[in-house]
């Protein structure tokens, strides 16, 4: 067992791989005066900057305002994996959104990854995007559970091919002896999703909309036009947008009460070299295995082994973060045993209690997104989309996700970690079995 410290934050990038091959440095204003718009956006990430952009994209004039840095949070920190879906087992909620609400949930899981593809096509954003993904297997159950995958794709029309691979064939795409077979798809993929975010930043200022970093949010303000205060200025709005997940801290409490910071790491090697790198993921796919404490990896653009993990409720990173991810990345790969690690980061991101991204309305033109559970990078972008449609009053994909309902953490403030940290000991015994 490792020991755990705080995760080490500042108001500028954690010391990533992403932020030190970022595209630009963002240097956007802090917000100092009173300004008016339509819509403002809280939260620099993912969720925040594409429902700005796609506001900005449908005429709004919109502001977005970031307590830190343009993809300062779990979007500038993530594994870069693009994973298409929707939350997880929306069967689940069918007596609230029907069997049409279902479908449309699965249907906006495959529509999620387009919508990356537009944006890096529309604004030739230079962000490494690569498609390609396995599933791998680490048991027989596991193998069965692809399987059931694979004909799941089919029977909701997926057009994206799911393929079945044994142990010999995903050697094509993953070469370690740790893994029975795989799931490979072409749907799924990677990327660089700082310098994603960043260019969708610049895609709304492109389209007149407004940008401010260093500017934290302290207060809302409701009211046929909604005030939003920081620490120097303030915007009166029509709309309200909250987009801050696992980091918006206990601004809103009742959005507080429902997610759950829990912290993930990723390392990243030296540039290896490429007869190294075509020996270990010569199909350059991303890869992930089922487990509940899963690891997750890929190549970056310049040959670095990404390897991440370490999922745990605490919110905590083990004191020897290195030490740790260097052993489970050597458990895949022992040709990495020694390998120079240059970069280590944790971050948070938001666990919901049902696994499901949280959108609803805390007002009628005030509205919220959040607890993406791990799962975000292609979602984030649904999610914005169908939040902007709501805000242009397209709002029946909106009112299907905002129907399910989002309870509170058991638990309370003091509770809620052990309690979810219990749960997640069970899980990871089951995964042993």
Known sequence: MFGLRKLEESTEHTGSYYAASANWATDYPR???????????????????????????????????????????????????????????????????????VNAIYQMGVEARDI?????????????LKWGYCDVALKPRHMKQFAEWQEFEKSIGNPHTYTLLDRDELREYVRSDRYLGGLYNNANGHIQPLNLCIGEAKAIESLGGKIFEQSRVINLEHGDRAKVRTEHGCVSAKQVVFAGNAYLGG?????????LPSSSSVIAT???PEELAQELVPGDVAVCD???????????????????????????EPKNLETVMRRKMAAVFPQLADVRIEYAWSGWLGIGLNRMPQLGRLADNVAYIQAYSGH??????????????????????????????????????????????????????LDAL
Not at 72 to 95: C, L, M, S, V, Y
Not at 291 to 308: C, E, H, I, Q, V
Request: aromatic content about 8%.
């Open 251 to 259: 601004l809103i409490p009742k959005l507080a009460s429902r997610v």
């Open 31 to 101: 917000l100092e005066v009173d300004l008016n718009c339509d819509v403002v956006v809280v939260g620099g990430g993912f969720s925040g900057v594409n429902t700005a952009l796609e506001l900005a994209e449908r005429g709004f004039d919109v502001i977005l305002l970031e307590a830190n840095r343009i993809s300062w949070g779990a979007t500038g920190r993530n594994g870069g994996q693009i994973i298409g879906g929707i939350g997880h087992d929306p069967e689940r909620f069918i007596k609230k959104i029907g069997e049409a609400g």
């Open 376 to 429: 975000g990078v292609a979602p984030t972008h649904m999610m914005a989309r169908i939040t902007a449609e709501m805000i242009a009053r397209e709002s029946k994909r909106f009112d299907i996700m905002a129907a399910i309902n989002h309870w509170p953490f058991p638990g309370g403030k003091l509770l809620r970690r052990p309690a979810l940290a219990i749960g997640m000991a069970y899980y990871k015994a």
């Open 270 to 272: 030296e540039p290896l």
């Open 116 to 128: 990356i593809r537009e944006r890096v096509a529309t604004y030739g954003i230079d962000c490494d």
């Open 290 to 316: 089922p487990r509940t404490a899963l690891d997750y990896f890929r190549l970056s653009a310049d040959k670095r082994m990404l390897f991440g993990g370490l999922s745990n409720y605490t919110g905590m």
